[in-house]
């Protein structure tokens, strides 16, 4: 079964460094999407990107976070200078159709430890 | 805004008992409702969906009846192992508020003791 793979699977960052994380969608998807999961807390929706270019972003994602496809088959989030509060779990998540009628399939998650 | 709103755990059940976790929702729109299951260490894997009202969403003995009177979605299982012990998410998809997003509930932690 296809699959949506992230990289890596754990990383820790010193505060106020750049992280890259990163994620393969399943290939025909078009809908790709950032979630993330606090330890203990709810899984938040981060972003949602469509032909390109965002198509919704939630109060979390500010200024800090960028997303790019670079090359047709990555999908990556990059946090510009990492904050403790950045440590979670990120979700990558890619869907074919819009997510609500097909559901989304996500990523097995990469853990981020700011410290 | 939308919201789910899930039955807080943990719960811990002996095996081959019968499960129930309660979830009910509100949105603008119609929305399309999801339970996600995260196994220890794994990912978010989607367990079953029910995209209309009185829609039954069924996988691995699990189901779920989408109620639009009651504005719930329970999760539900005759019998359960203790391989099903992991957490379980439910969500909830809302095309009338323009977007594809899975707005989530605060997930139910399920321990099943032998």
């Known amino acids: 079964e296809p699959e949506v793979t992230q990289t890596p699977s754990h990383q820790v960052t010193q505060m106020g460094q750049e992280v890259i994380l990163r994620c393969v969608p399943i290939s025909n998807h078009l809908y790709f999407y950032w979630y993330r999961q606090i330890l203990g807390q709810k899984v938040e929706f981060l972003v949602s990107?469509?032909?390109?270019?965002?198509?919704?972003k939630s109060e979390i994602f500010d200024d800090q976070f960028s997303v790019e496809r670079p090359d047709g088959s990555n999908f990556t989030l990059k946090i510009r200078s990492t904050k403790l509060e950045d440590s979670a779990m990120y979700f990558c998540?890619?869907?074919?159709?819009?997510?609500?009628?097909?559901?989304?399939?996500f990523g097995s998650g990469t853990r981020l430890t700011v410290v | 805004g939308d919201s789910v709103t899930q039955m807080e755990g943990p719960v811990t059940l002996s095996e081959e008992a019968f499960l129930t976790i309660n979830c009910t929702y509100t949105?603008?729109?119609?929305?399309?409702l999801f339970w996600y299951v995260q196994y220890p260490g794994e990912g978010l894997q989607l367990l079953l969906k029910?995209?209309?009202?009185?829609d039954k969403g069924s996988n691995k003995g699990f189901e779920a009846t989408y109620r639009k009177e009651t504005t719930s979605f329970h999760l539900e299982k005759g019998s359960v192992q203790v391989s099903d012990s992991a957490v379980y998410f439910c969500?909830?998809?809302?095309?009338?508020?323009?977007?594809?997003?899975?707005?989530f509930g605060t997930g139910t932690r399920l321990t099943i003791i032998p």
């Open positions: 949105a603008t729109g119609y929305p399309s």
């Open positions: 998540a890619s869907s074919f159709q819009t997510g609500f009628n097909y559901g989304y399939t």
């Open positions: 990107f469509y032909n390109n270019e965002i198509s919704e």
């Open positions: 969500a909830l998809s809302d095309p009338d508020f323009g977007n594809e997003k899975l707005t």
């Open positions: 029910a995209t209309k009202a009185d």
